[in-house]
């Protein structure tokens, strides 16, 4: 089933029996076809679809208009009266703009005597009311026609599942292109590692409901459902879903996968728990684009006493780089460019994270953990930190770089690991480069101490800025 935020399922075409695939068809067609930009009802917002609307009414205004359609079983005329009616409605006058209105109904009414001006008085609330639903006869609209209106969003829920769905539309847009898609599936570290975890421990899968949060083009879902799971249930906010739904057909699994259009914490899945969340989270430096916090904030909502979550354990680790060469070209370059001098110019270099593969023989220093992360337990707070770190030098030379890799663990019977340290296999995820403006003087055998903290960025909760205490040196980086 294909859905596009709470209770909008009935709008979306569904991955169904045969004798419904010439309807599922239709309507699916309709969706693609659908890109003409689409007015809120009640707001002035601009949204891609008819889907996105439905979805935003749902998610921003608690106004689900697929239930309000079979509540009062409107056929297409009704349809098309109610949604004229809610848009003439919406933005028709007050109803007691009438100077009649002035007249008392009751003599001495104590409601006449508060006054607006009363600091947190009745009126005051009524005013604030009246201004976040834009009028009240929408809020009254509201109120009659929905009854049954939830939201899946709960209090203290971190930076990622806060933000609008416009604040994170370019995040999920750089998703729905294929070429993203086509490197990460052909990253055969990261894609067999999956499919060899789920294929050799079929007991854990055999009858179980499993949700993919961020399932893309839903390899992770088919490989749960070969290896026995009773259910899938595939979550994605970006438009590959729809390539997503035509790919699991195309296998002859739409009776064990759902696919559902949204983020995980706007949408309501069609089940209480599930027994197992997959997920391919991970990012630059692990926790670049946050995802994680979408895969516990699932976790914490839907799983079952006793589930897991895979990958479980993962960890951030730092190794030293002696890379002259590549400090002159990015670094030193500054100082003399055609002669002249634009060393100004590595402020705004220097604090730009890298992302690129390091050469092994670089490495100057053996690889330090500073970070795991059990994510069948860690905290959204936990993924913010400061650690102490020493790294055991193993060459005398200049250090020039900072380098982080991780490391993902699938554990049970037979578990599977893999890395994306220089010294392996290379991975999409390359290695994170942090440079040094000036190279530190090293010896073989010392141990260089310092320290690193992780923080998301305020402005943008899924990009990360890294600070290193280095030798009675500060410096932060950003990584966007």
């Known amino acids: 089933m294909l859905t596009d935020g709470d209770g909008a399922a009935d709008e979306m075409p569904e991955l169904s029996d045969e004798e419904d695939n010439e309807d599922d068809e239709e309507q699916w067609q309709w969706m693609e076809e659908d890109s003409q930009p689409v007015t809120c009802l009640f707001c002035d917002r601009s949204l891609t679809s008819v889907a996105a609307t439905l979805q ?91 009854l049954n209106a939830e939201t899946s969003k709960s209090g203290n829920l971190g930076a990622v599942a ?19 898609h086509e490197e990460m599936l052909k990253d055969k570290v990261r894609t067999e590692s999956y499919r060899d975890f789920m294929y050799r421990n079929p007991e854990v899968f055999r009858e179980k409901v499993v949700l993919d949060v961020g399932c893309g083009t839903g390899i992770l879902s088919m490989f749960a459902a ?43 899945l069609p089940v209480e728990k599930v ?50 060469q590549k400090h002159q070209e990015r670094i030193a370059f500054w100082d003399d460019v ?33 970070q795991t992360f059990d994510c069948n ?39 599977v690991m893999f890395s994306t340290g220089p010294q392996v296999t290379k991975t999409h995820w390359k290695q994170t480069v942090f440079l040094l403006e000036k190279p530190v003087y090293v010896q073989a055998g010392e141990e260089l101490k310092g320290k690193i903290s992780v923080r998301k960025n305020k402005k943008d909760p899924r990009s990360l800025l890294v600070t290193f205490d280095l030798q009675d040196r500060k410096q932060t980086y950003s990584l966007q």
């Open 56 to 146: 935003h009414c749902t998610a921003e205004h608690q106004v689900n208009l697929v239930d309000v359609i079979k509540k009062h079983s409107l056929d297409d005329y009704g349809y098309i009266k109610m949604i004229n009616f809610i848009r003439s409605t919406v933005n028709a006058p007050l109803p007691w703009e009438s100077e009649d209105f002035l007249r008392p109904v009751l003599q001495d009414d104590p409601l006449l005597q508060t006054g607006t001006d009363t600091p947190k008085g009745l009126f005051a609330q009524i005013l604030e009311v009246h201004r976040r639903s834009a009028c009240c006869s929408f809020r009254l609209l509201a109120q009659g026609l929905v």
């Open 162 to 180: 806060e933000l609008r769905e416009d604040e994170d539309e370019a995040y999920f847009s750089s998703y729905g292109h294929y070429g993203i």
């Open 226 to 268: 070969r290896a026995g799971a009773k259910k899938v249930i595939a979550v994605d906010q970006s438009e590959i879903i729809y390539q997503a739904m035509d790919i699991v057909r195309s296998n002859q699994l739409e009776d064990k996968i759902t696919l559902i259009k949204g983020r995980i914490e706007d949408i309501k």
């Open 275 to 324: 027994d197992i969340i997959i997920s391919e989270w991970m990012g630059y430096f692990l926790l670049f684009e946050s995802m994680l916090d979408s895969v516990l904030y699932a976790r914490d909502l839907y799983l079952a006493d006793g589930g897991s979550v895979y990958p479980d354990l993962c960890n951030i680790s730092l190794a030293a780089v002696g890379d002259t």
């Open 338 to 370: 055609y002669g002249f001098n634009m060393g100004c110019m590595k402020k705004a270099v220097v604090p730009e994270a890298v992302v690129e593969v390091v050469k092994a023989e670089t490495l100057i220093s053996e690889p330090t953990v500073i």
């Open 377 to 415: 337990s860690v905290c959204l707070s936990e993924l913010e930190f400061a650690s102490d770190f020493c790294l055991k030098i193993t060459n005398t030379t200049e250090c020039t770089v900072s380098n982080a890799q991780t490391d993902a663990t699938l554990v049970k019977c037979h578990s």
